[in-house]
């Protein structure tokens, strides 16, 4: 089983940037598909980006060209770089992982693990 932990959360005006980690228990997330994904107040949770260990990314149109997805198997952890940020990206944040490929940006309820989550919070 993996566990997953983020950190990075935080207040930020609006068009600054955060960086957000989620560090696996054990290598094996490498061959995992990982992702972070968002819950805002009142709404479900939502796929913000993906990333398998074959390297591709796969991302949500709301944050295309504004975040960035990575992973460094050093350290056994995959990050969430945020530039641009906007107030309706104030959410909760969740790392995830699920075994396999991700081949396309998948759904939440296809997650087996998951993190404890982070605040973002965009405002000024």
């Known amino acids: 089983q993996v566990q997953l932990e983020e950190s990075g959360g935080g207040s930020v005006q609006p068009g600054g940037s955060l960086r957000l980690s989620c560090i696996a228990s054990?290598?094996?997330?490498?061959?995992?598909?990982m992702g972070w994904f968002r819950q805002k107040p009142g709404k479900e949770l939502e796929p913000v980006a993906q990333?398998?260990?074959?390297?591709?990314?796969y991302y949500a149109s709301a944050v295309k060209g504004r975040f960035t997805i990575s992973q460094d198997s050093t350290k056994n952890t995959v990050y969430l770089q945020m530039n641009s940020l906007k107030p309706e990206d104030t959410a909760v944040y969740y790392c995830?992982?699920?075994?396999?490929?991700?081949?396309?940006?998948?759904?939440?309820?296809?997650?087996?693990?998951w993190g404890q989550g982070t605040q973002v919070t965009v405002s000024s």
């Open positions: 990333i398998g260990g074959d390297g591709y990314a």
């Open positions: 995830a992982a699920r075994p396999n490929y991700c081949l396309s940006l998948l759904p939440a309820g296809t997650f087996d693990y």
């Open positions: 054990d290598d094996t997330y490498r061959s995992y598909c």
